[in-house]
């Protein structure tokens, strides 16, 4: 085909729908909260979650995924811009993960050895891992659909970025249901489901995201 | 002479309102640059191929033109584009590409200079900088960098041998890159 024939094709097409990425965002966050809503509307928050948030690192366990959620999803949104610096971004997601590890050390150096990973049983463990893995395969599916939208230079990033966000966001919304205060146990174990999810997302991303 | 990067800015944001015309215009302008660099990276394939190279490179502009930021610059986000889609090209076609930067200094370069404030603000830069170095070192690279002068003459002047100065020209550039890095990462 004749390039001056693509060019009057491609000016004959209507305008494209404008690029917003806070409605993008928005679609996202809706993603992260229904899941969440139908499980806690389920099976509800832990009984005692007034009085545990009177510990003040309970709190942290909803607090740094949430944070976590809320960068990485800037950052995704950002990427979706082809100019965008991808290195500038990822250092603004560096505070919640160095807090979470500076946690996972207090948490190590202050508790005697045996109630260290006393919680650590199987059941406790499948469930923590299973259900925030759970919760997240819808707002990961939306958060990769919508970057189809943009024009990310780093699919496989995008897509990890779009895994970290949905992760980190299904962990806040099961941090209200998990009764496990030690930060041993939910540093890890949220760490892990993250990571997973993250991963995963970025191995999709690598293919979905291309353009 | 005005500025072709505000006038394609200009072309793409009426095109994204919805005026066909000035999208043609915009597609039309921007395709000789798309060519040049496909041309110039792709030596090892045939014209017939570059055009198709081209044509994706069209296409992807095309099916991405939303997210140019209107308020933003156009270059930086159309130079992404293109480059990101010419290594895709040349990757799916079984060559690897390289881009160095130098193959866009043109259109990169066309930005800064749009504002004949600019350059005097560089200017003044500059001096600012320079001020920042011991005299001899200033004096160096004014001599040598930005009047130009031949090394010998300024050797003889300044009391140096040619190889001194070569690397005190160096140290000088090194340090005014450490100034001007330092400089910058204060306005932020």
Known sequence: MNTDDLIADLAAEPPPPRFRPAVLAGRIVAAVLLPVALFLG????????????????????????????????????????????????????ALPLLVAAGLWIWAFATLPPAARFAEL??????????????????????????????????????????????????????????????????????????????????????????? | ?????????????????????????FLHAVTPVVRGIVRARGRGFGPDQHEDIVQEVLLALHRKRHTWREDHPLR????????????????????????????????LAADPGADPFAARDAARQTEALLGQLDPRSAEIVRALSLREEAPAEVGARLNMTEGALRVGLHRAMKKLAALAKGGTDEHR
């Open chain 1, 121 to 211: 049983g199987l059941f406790s463990l499948s469930e923590c891992l299973g259900l925030i893995v759970l919760l997240a395969v819808l707002p990961a599916a939306v958060a990769l659909r919508v970057m189809r939208r943009g024009a990310p230079q780093r699919p496989m990033l995008s897509g990890a970025l779009a895994g970290l966000a949905a992760g980190a966001g299904a962990a806040t919304g099961y941090s209200l249901f998990c009764t496990q205060d030690n930060p041993l146990f939910f540093v890890t174990w949220y760490g892990v489901a993250i990571a997973v999810v993250t991963i995963a997302a970025a191995l999709v991303g690598q293919r979905l995201l291309r353009w």
């Open chain 2, 1 to 25: 002479m005005t500025n072709a990067s505000d006038d394609w800015a200009g072309l793409l944001r009426a095109a994204n309102a919805g005026d066909g015309q000035a999208y043609a215009r």
């Open chain 2, 76 to 107: 930086p986000w159309l130079y992404a584009i293109v480059r990101y889609k010419v290594v895709d090209e040349f990757r799916a076609r079984g060559s690897a590409a390289h881009l160095p930067i130098e193959d866009f200094s043109e259109i």
């Open chain 1, 42 to 93: 389920a099976l509800g928050t832990r009984a005692d979650l007034a009085h545990a948030w009177a510990n003040p690192v309970v709190p942290l366990k909803t607090a740094l995924p949430l944070m976590l959620c809320v960068l990485a999803l800037g950052a995704l949104l950002r990427l979706a811009r082809p100019e965008a610096q991808a290195r500038a971004l990822l250092r603004g997601l």
